[in-house]
């Protein structure tokens, strides 16, 4: 938000600020954010008055005029291609150096078409006056060659950039600003009085105003305004809305944008004789509509969108922006003037929905001061009286019917003295917040009553609200530390440090297995999960900071897959993905919100090692099964068992894994639907781990054995068996009869054909025995073999693949 020194001196008459740098301090120690600070002449430095002395044709364009210009000390040569550039005209000169403003290019002496340059003249788009660039900005006749041209539009103006946090919205003014700078200095503002003159037609007899959503549009007044003249603004006005980054348009225009950086309160002004059927309703949209706005835009408009509305159609999105067909033109007569409140909710929903930010949106979304709307429309009206002249309606037409009871906060003067370290009594606390216009109401007890002013009702709450107040206007800088503490370290309790070994023993083994962690966001879009049918059980949030971002994930899959997404779209397809994350996911379950603490492992795309008898291929599910096979043997969880089931939600296959009884977690291949609508075309298989649920059974402690000095032998083993035959068991019986000499066991090729038997499958099984006590021989190796054939033949009827 910009803020002009100048402006503020207005409402401010006869308060000495000080230095800038003494008023800057202060404004920063009472909470505002002053991200820059703009000495407004800097803006036309190197730009003077020139007086042009002569003017040829350029001997090599038609277009191109060859000028000499007298800046006050020097003659300069200047190309120009302005049709209206005539001798005897004071310009506006961007001299070698200067920066234009519209563009943001440096001056340098060039040559033309052979013809040397030594500076421009400059134009009002060139220099953002306005968006006149049909020619050169023709200046006044007593203008004196070489004065700076930032004196000659008397820019003598400090203009501050200043952050304003979401819950601030009355900061969005000149007003609000000044009111926190007057209790810096403990003065109150003076606003500007209103002194109006009405014509003798009633404005209700003029205009109909009827609210259909009340709850959506708490108040709406109106006033019309006939036989206006619609002028370029005054040089003061111009200034003003160029010195806070707008164009000026025309008066009209112009005013309503003036009195809404002035107060913080929007207003739109309509072609009154375009108002169809003389009504204003305000009432949502039908999903689907389509409607053009101010910029020429077709806007889609859905059930939420609040709309300004004749008797025959859409006039404007109510908060956001108005309509091309009812703006004010130059042939524009009389005007009607909106000023209203507008639930702040609904139009940051439907700005976003739209595509739509405007300076009145991000007004309204924030919550503008609805005792401030009559006055906003009186200040305008007088305004355009003055400036456009016309005959103002009798009486404003104000449609109240959302008004609502004062709201009340307590504060106790021990509880802010608690907090923030002083030893303020009440006389203390009443002073500082009636600085800021929180009214005295009374007190209940050892609580001190405040009524608090509809402009902070959105943001004054609670206790502590008000005892952040009492820091701010009291200063941060005035509050001194205290050096001296202490803190009782006898009973610290270790909440959390399980769950830290826990989460940074996963890291360590998934990183060194080359995976990467990534973090996802927890706030997700509930619209998302509804197009999916997953939205029972989602934690939605009251006030969301963004309408996409309006619910509480309870799983990893959505935002996982878009990062999936994300790096083929990047990267190519011929990459590797491995990936994890930890967090928490959230479910609403009736009675009580649920808090899980879960890992997602993710594997897609082509292996990142590849495997010499399968070649370049891609992860399949048993990649993602070993991954976490691993996981949990490096986590001492051994006495797992994996499920295996027929979903058709995972293409045919789902895996769960059970620790005694207990469902810890799921091995799943991403359904093709999935797939399809995050544009994936690989596989893509990954594993969601409760975490929460094997906390219990994990034990971190680690126990070291000594690797045997004797060397490894290793035997392949082809059996073939019956399809149903599940792996696990396989596995089971196979490390069970190779007794403790076998060290591990690797699945590496699965294989069908009709060779082999329509029902039946081969399994291919990679074996390491290591002996701790002596080499072990082929006599012995092949004994163990033997052993693990026969009870694979006993049990499962397997034969040895030839």
């Not at 005013?255 to 204003?280: C, S, W």
């Not at 699945?747 to 060779?755: A, I, N």
Request: charged share 30%; glycine share 8%.
């Amino acid at each position: 938000m910009k803020i002009s020194l100048n402006w503020i001196k207005e409402y401010l008459p006869g308060l000495d600020f000080g230095s800038i740098e003494s008023l800057t301090e202060k404004m920063i120690s009472a909470g505002l954010d002053i991200e820059h600070t703009e000495i407004q002449s800097d803006i036309y430095k190197n730009f003077v008055v020139g007086e042009v002395l002569e003017k040829i044709k350029h001997p090599k364009a038609d277009k191109l005029s060859l000028c000499k210009v007298n800046t006050g000390d020097k003659i300069l040569n200047i190309v120009c291609g302005a049709p209206n550039v005539e001798a005897g005209q004071k310009v506006c000169v961007a001299l070698m150096g200067a920066v234009i403003p519209d563009g943001g290019f440096e001056i340098k002496k060039s040559k033309i078409r052979g013809e040397i340059s030594e500076g421009m003249i400059c134009s009002d788009s060139e220099l953002k006056l306005s968006e006149d660039h049909s020619g050169i900005k023709v200046l006044d006749s007593k203008a004196l060659p070489g004065a700076k041209f930032s004196d000659y539009l008397n820019l003598n103006d400090i203009i501050f950039e200043i952050g304003i946090t979401p819950n601030r919205g009355d900061l969005f003014s000149h007003f609000g600003i000044a009111r926190e700078i007057a209790a810096l200095f403990d003065t109150k503002i003076k606003i500007p009085e209103i002194i109006l003159k009405e014509s003798g037609t009633p404005t209700e007899e003029l205009i109909k105003i009827k609210i259909e959503d009340e709850k959506l549009c708490r108040r709406f007044t109106g006033r019309v305004i006939k036989n206006v003249k619609i002028t370029e603004s005054p040089v003061w006005l111009k200034n003003r809305l160029i010195s806070m980054g707008l164009r000026p348009r025309n008066s009209i225009v112009d005013i309503t944008n003036f009195v809404m950086l002035e107060t913080g309160q929007p207003l739109h002004a309509f072609d009154y004789d375009k108002i169809r059927g003389g009504q204003i309703i305000v009432k949502t949209a039908n999903a689907g509509d389509k409607f053009i706005t101010l910029d020429s835009k077709e806007r889609i408009l859905n059930e939420n969108s609040l709309m300004v509305c004749d008797a025959e159609g859409y006039s404007g999105i109510a908060g956001v922006m108005g309509g091309e067909y009812s703006e004010i033109t130059n042939e524009t007569k009389n005007v009607f003037l909106e000023s209203a409140y507008f639930d702040p909710v609904n139009i940051r929903l439907n700005s976003k929905n739209i595509g739509l930010k405007t300076d009145a949106s991000v007004r309204f979304e924030r919550g503008v001061d609805i005792d401030k709307v009559s006055y906003a429309s009186e200040r305008a009206a007088m305004l355009i009286q003055q400036i456009a002249g016309g005959d103002v309606s009798k009486d404003m037409l104000d449609v109240y019917p959302g008004k609502k009871d004062a709201n009340f906060v307590s504060i106790r003067a021990d509880k802010a003295n608690e907090l923030l370290g002083l030893n303020l009594n009440s006389n203390d606390l009443i002073n500082l917040l009636e600085k800021i216009e929180i009214e005295y109401a009374g007190e209940n007890g050892n609580y001190l009553n405040f009524k608090i002013p509809e402009f902070r009702r959105l943001d004054l709450e609670r206790e502590i609200d008000l005892i952040e107040e009492v820091a701010r206007i009291y200063g941060y800088d005035n509050i001194k530390e205290d050096p001296v503490f202490s803190f009782d370290v006898s009973n610290i309790s270790d909440y959390g440090k399980s769950e830290r070994i826990l989460n940074d023993e996963i890291a360590n083994h998934l990183t060194g297995r080359g995976f990467n962690q990534i973090i996802t966001k927890s706030l997700i879009d509930i619209e998302k999960l509804r197009e999916t049918g997953n939205d029972d059980e989602v934690v939605r949030l009251r006030n969301s900071v963004s309408a996409g971002l309006d619910a509480l994930r309870k799983e990893f899959t959505l935002e996982i897959f878009k990062v999936v997404r994300n790096n083929f779209f990047h990267s190519g397809k011929d990459i590797s993905i491995k990936f994890f994350e930890t967090g928490r996911t959230f479910r609403d379950s009736g009675d009580k919100f649920i808090e899980e603490e879960k890992l997602m492992i993710v594997l897609a795309g082509k292996k990142d090692v590849p495997v010499f008898y399968s070649g370049d291929s891609g992860f399949d599910l048993f990649d993602i099964k070993g991954e976490v096979e691993m996981l949990l043997s490096k986590l001492n969880l051994e006495n797992y068992r994996l499920f295996y089931y027929n979903d058709n939600n995972f293409d045919g296959v789902r895996i769960d894994i059970s620790l005694n009884d207990i469902l810890i977690g799921t091995i799943n291949k991403a359904d093709s639907k999935t797939r399809k609508e995050f544009e994936i075309d690989c596989e893509v298989f990954y594993a969601e781990i409760f975490l929460d649920k094997i906390k219990e059974k994990l034990n971190l402690n680690k126990y070291y054995r000594e690797i045997s000095r004797f060397p490894a032998v290793k035997r392949d083993l082809a059996i073939v068996v019956k399809d149903e035959v599940n792996y696990d068991d396989l596995r089971e019986h196979i490390l069970w009869s190779g007794g403790g000499n076998l060290k591990s066991i690797e699945l590496f090729d699965l294989y069908r054909d009709e060779k082999i038997g329509s029902d039946k499958k081969s399994l291919a099984f990679s074996l390491e025995f290591i002996s701790n006590e002596k080499t072990l021989t082929d006599e012995e190796t092949n004994g163990l073999m033997k052993g693990i054939i026969t009870e694979l033949e006993t049990k499962f009827g397997a034969r040895l693949r030839e």
